[in-house]
C-alpha cells in the first residue's frame, strides 16, 4: 500500500485499535491555589483570536502504523467553523474537511482502497476531531471551577455527557479538554506547548485522542499564515 493509499484508508477505517503513549514532555506546572478561576478564564479567551490559519504536521496513528501528513487548516471561532486540507509529503492532496455549526462534512480526493467505511462519512468525522481541538476552548459560564493543587479545573454539561477543562502549566492556559458519557471518556485533547504572536496564543503542540474510534492524532505547529 503506497502513502497516500495507507493515508485514505487510516481516515476511511474509523475503528482500527491503536495504542496511544504521549508524544511531547509533561507540561510543567506550578500551585494555582492565589488563583482566581475567573479570571484565568477570562485572560486564556483574551489571548486567544477568534479568526486565524495555521499550517501544521499531522501524525495519524492506528495497529501501530504511522501516516503523516501536511495540513492547512482555517479556524473560525467566531461562526463556529473550520476548514481544512491535508497533503502528503510529496504534495497530493488526501482530503478536504469542513464543519460549521451542527454539520461537518469531507471529501477525499484519490480513491479509497477496497471496501471500507462511506469515505464521506469518515472524513466528517475527523472534521469533528478537529473541531474539538480548535473550537470550543473556552469554558462556559455556566461551568463549575475547582482547584487542585497544580490544575484549576472547569466542568459543564454538554449534549448527553460532561466536557472538562484543565488550565495549568505557565501561561495558565488549557490542557486538556475531555468529553465524557455516563463517566466514560470519550475523547481527550491535550495542549502541550503554546506559540504567541501579536499577543494571542497559538496551540503549537497537540495531541488528540478519540477513544471510541481507538485512534489518535498528534499535531504540530509549522507555521501561522494569519
Request: charged fraction near 25%.
Amino acid at each position: 500500500m503506497n502513502l497516500c493509499a495507507a493515508a485514505v484508508f487510516f481516515l476511511t477505517a474509523a475503528v482500527l485499535n491503536g495504542c496511544a503513549s504521549l508524544p511531547f514532555e509533561p507540561v510543567e506546572l506550578s500551585p494555582v491555589s492565589q488563583l482566581d478561576p475567573n479570571e484565568v478564564r477570562r485572560n486564556f479567551k483574551d489571548r486567544l483570536t477568534d479568526k486565524f490559519e495555521i499550517v501544521e504536521t499531522a501524525v495519524l496513528n492506528y495497529r501501530g502504523h504511522e501516516i503523516i501528513s501536511l495540513g492547512y487548516s482555517e479556524i473560525d471561532e467566531k461562526n463556529d467553523s473550520l476548514a481544512v486540507a491535508g497533503f502528503t509529503p510529496l504534495g497530493v492532496k488526501i482530503f478536504e474537511m469542513k464543519a460549521a455549526g451542527d454539520k461537518a462534512e469531507g471529501t477525499f480526493s484519490i480513491p479509497q482502497p477496497g471496501k471500507t467505511a462511506d469515505p464521506g462519512k469518515a472524513a466528517a468525522a475527523m472534521a469533528e476531531d478537529v473541531r474539538r481541538i480548535y473550537l470550543g476552548r473556552v469554558p462556559g459560564d455556566e461551568a463549575q471551577a475547582f482547584k487542585a493543587k497544580d490544575k484549576i479545573h472547569y466542568r459543564q454539561v454538554s449534549g448527553q455527557g460532561e466536557l472538562e477543562f484543565i488550565f495549568g502549566g505557565p501561561d495558565t492556559a488549557l490542557i486538556e479538554k475531555h468529553y465524557r458519557t455516563d463517566g466514560r471518556k470519550i475523547w481527550t485533547v491535550r495542549y502541550f506547548e503554546y506559540t504567541y504572536k501579536d499577543s494571542k496564543m497559538y496551540p503549537s503542540k497537540v495531541f488528540y485522542e478519540n477513544h471510541q474510534r481507538n485512534y489518535h492524532i498528534t499535531l504540530r505547529l509549522k507555521e501561522i499564515l494569519s
